[in-house]
């Protein structure tokens, strides 16, 4: 009996041997080949780690953006939630860097224009260019004065850049879900293509224009003044963002 089971150790041994022999083959043709599943497995499950985020708080300073009736800027909302994804954003290990942390404009940063606005503009763009992230988030606040009616988020993305599309499509489905997660009836939207916005046009690398909410509905514009709301959108774009290096 001792021997019997001596005999079925040693089988049992020797093809851990041979499946380990194996597994160690497949490790080393992947490396050798560009491919490492230890660093896919790594991205996976820390998509952020390691990437370079930029956070372009939208507006600023002189220029509040649009704005509400009450007094309610498109400036301070955008800015409010831009600190928040950046705070998530590094809690997960990305390298993120803000166009502005302030309630300043950027016009100042340059003199390659005589307008104002366009000086802005141009300051975030070369700030997105020399950081050479692997993508860019811009945030802003939509406005209707048209309709109160309309309301949701809106994504927009540069039309050349399919890997723009991409991170648009992921951003817009869980910027929904914020909405839906609060209770919210919004109706679903695909993300707008564009070939005209500055900042669309004049970064290297992909990027997209997130319209939080309409600051024109009276809906959009109580949830964007709460804090909870805020952070409820900050962390769906986070995940959005996890979406798209996932599946990149």
Sequence with gaps: MKKLFAQNREVFLSR???ILILLAVILIDNMLSGKNP???VFRYWLPLSGRTIVIDAGHGGIDGGTYHKDGTLEKNINLQVALKIKN????RGANVIM???QDVSLDSL???SDYRHKRDLIARSDIINKARPDIFISVHVNAERSSTSTRGPMVIYYRESEKSRRLAEFVQKRLEEAYIAAGQ???ARKPLSNSTLFLLCNTDVPGVIVELGFITNPA???LMVKEEFQQKLSQHILF???DYFKKS
Excluded: G, Q, W, Y
């Design 16 to 18: 851990i041997h041979i």
């Design 38 to 40: 230890t660093v896919h």
């Design 88 to 91: 998530l954003m590094e809690k």
């Design 99 to 101: 166009t502005r942390t």
């Design 110 to 112: 340059n003199n390659k």
């Design 185 to 187: 009836k919004i109706r």
């Design 220 to 222: 959009d514009k109580s």
């Design 240 to 242: 959005a963002v996890e």
